[in-house]
């Protein structure tokens, strides 16, 4: 692992810092943390920069129960944070999120941390809209901007935005945004950072039902934790029983047509 790389991702979370207590004394920088590799990384960053921060999770009623136990068992001073409505409330009145329309993370996730610094484990070789991110962004509570950050450079909110920071805004940080798979996970080894055991036979780590999972995910998801599909498809029951979806007749029809990621017209072809 580059000790630059380390070194450039420590600089940036003790700069971070700085703001973070100005706007939050008692808390510091807010860190993300999913459980997986990316943000069990900026937790032993956050450790090796000796800056004050405080882990939450944010509960979506679709959290494996291997990384919770995993969370539970390895960093106990994670806050679990839960939102007004999880996952499965939210099927209930709006379906299942689509790749277009991923309600999901906006009132599960990107709402959390207002008026704090929040740190991530964000990369920029994850998808090109993430390229595209600087270290600093800001969201604003404008509706514009809830989901789309603006990037801005440290010297502009040390020198004046942090002071910008009101109601649901918030300052993301993005420490290890230009690291690679490979840097993560040999930073991981060479550190002896506890490895979540969902990589055992997952390749990431987070909400299952997602509809940014494959196919092979989901399967796995179906076998592992039979009990949550139970539950959802009661949800997309409850769901068209207030809609109706013309060619599709009952809640597991609903699934298998989400779940081949399909248009409506597309699945109906080879049902």
Not at 18 to 23: D, E, G, H
Not at 33 to 49: E, H, P, R
Not at 247 to 271: C, D, H, P, R, V
Request: aromatic letters at 12%; a positive charge; hydrophobic letters at 35%.
């Amino acid at each position: 692992m580059e000790n630059n790389k380390i070194n450039e991702s420590i600089a940036t979370l003790q700069r971070a810092e700085k703001i973070a207590l100005q706007l939050n004394p008692e808390q510091g920088l807010w860190l993300a943390f999913s459980g997986g590799k990316d943000s069990a990384v900026v937790y032993k960053l956050c450790q090796m920069a000796g800056v004050k921060f405080t882990p939450h999770y944010s509960v979506t009623g679709i959290d494996a129960p291997t990384n919770i136990h995993h969370i539970k068992s390895f960093y106990p001073n994670v806050i679990f944070e839960h939102p007004k409505e999880n996952y499965f409330q939210l099927v209930e009145k709006k379906g299942l999120p689509m790749m277009h329309t991923r309600f999901c993370c906006s009132r599960l996730k990107e709402n959390m941390g207002a008026g704090n610094v929040v740190i991530d484990g964000v990369r920029a070789q994850e998808s090109t809209n993430r390229a595209k991110y600087n270290e600093v962004m800001v969201r604003s509570r404008r509706v514009e901007n809830i989901k789309k950050g603006r990037n801005r450079s440290f010297t502009e909110i040390e020198e004046n935005e942090h002071r910008c920071i009101k109601g649901k805004d918030r300052i993301d940080v993005h420490p290890i945004l230009r690291w690679s798979s490979a840097d993560v996970w040999e930073f991981l080894l060479e550190y002896s950072v506890p490895v979540n055991p969902c990589y055992s036979y997952l390749t990431r780590v987070g909400c299952m039902y997602c509809p940014f999972a494959s196919k092979e995910q989901l399967t796995i998801y179906e076998q592992e934790y039979p009990k949550y599909k139970q539950r959802l498809l009661l949800a997309i029951d409850r769901f068209m029983k207030r809609k109706q979806i013309d060619g599709i007749n009952t809640a597991a029809e609903y699934y298998e047509w989400w779940k081949s990621k399909k248009t409506l017209k597309e699945w109906m072809k080879t049902k």
